[in-house]
Nanobody
Framework: VQLQASGGGLVQPGGSLRLSCAVSGLSLDYHAVAWFRQAPGKEREGVACMSSGGGSTDYADSVKGRFTMSRDYAKNTLYLQMNSLKPEDTAVYYC??????????WGQGTEVTVSS
């Protein structure tokens, strides 16, 4: 199983980025998937979580209305569209897959920096 996150970078406040997570060796039909982030000096936090089959998606209060998680079943790929980015969104972002209580599989992380 491999999760490959990409799409991070430097963006100005108010800007947008789309993160991708290519998944291999694991079907998204049968696993919940999520995005987490870890800012410097802070604990890792959940950003968005999508149930297996894509029936529901939950977001952290801090990103509701700005971030949108989606998945492409044909490409077995997850996305995190991030709009209206703020400096406090600066973090390393990780994608993960599991059963929504235990995240067994993790990507390597992609760094997002929001700064002017």
């Amino acid at each position: 199983v491999q999760l490959q996150a990409s799409g991070g970078g430097l963006v100005q406040p108010g800007g947008s980025l789309r993160l991708s997570c290519a998944v291999s060796g694991l079907s998204l039909d049968y696993h919940a998937v999520a995005w987490f982030r870890q800012a410097p000096g802070k604990e890792r936090e959940g950003v968005a979580c999508m149930s297996s089959g894509g029936g529901s998606t939950d977001y952290a209060d801090s990103v509701k209305g700005r971030f949108t998680m989606s998945r492409d079943y044909a490409k077995n790929t997850l996305y995190l569209q991030m709009n209206s980015l703020k400096p406090e969104d600066t973090a390393v972002y990780y994608c993960a897959a599991g059963d929504s209580t235990v995240w067994s599989y993790w990507g390597q992380g992609t760094e997002v920096t929001v700064s002017s």
